[in-house]
Nanobody
Framework: QVQLVESGGGLVQPGGSLRLSCTASRFTLDYYAIGWFRQAPGKEREAVSCISSSSGSTWYADSVKGRFTISRDNAKNTVYLQMNSLKPEDTAVYYC???????????????????WGQGTQVTVSS
């Protein structure tokens, strides 16, 4: 069974940093684009960032551009989301998901993604 696992969430003060990790069991991630989404209480799930299967291209939501960095280490079968200068509005459950290889699809749409992790909580508060 395909399974994605997120880790690295926690409680951090405003201005702090966290690095989220997304790993997979029973399959390799390098074939897939990987997206990060987040969902805050009472809000819809929103796309945060995406990286192509080749790491040749990345995408960021305007709200995190310049603060978050997505990367992947295929040798470790892991995708990372480095989050700096965190704000209280970044508080949410963060999910990673597998997207298709290639181009011509919408990285902001959750319907483009097939497999999802269970999520990791990020709380930014003083």
């Amino acid at each position: 069974q395909v399974q994605l696992v997120e880790s690295g969430g926690g409680l951090v003060q405003p201005g702090g940093s966290l690095r989220l990790s997304c790993t997979a069991s029973r399959f390799t991630l390098d074939y897939y684009a990987i997206g990060w989404f987040r969902q805050a209480p009472g809000k819809e799930r929103e796309a945060v960032s995406c990286i192509s299967s080749s790491s040749g291209s990345t995408w960021y939501a305007d709200s995190v551009k310049g603060r978050f960095t997505i990367s992947r280490d295929n040798a470790k079968n892991t995708v990372y989301l480095q989050m700096n200068s965190l704000k209280p509005e970044d508080t949410a459950v963060y999910y990673c998901a597998t997207g298709p290889p290639g181009t011509g699809w919408d990285p902001t749409s959750p319907y483009e993604y097939d497999y999802w992790g269970q999520g990791t909580q990020v709380t930014v508060s003083s």
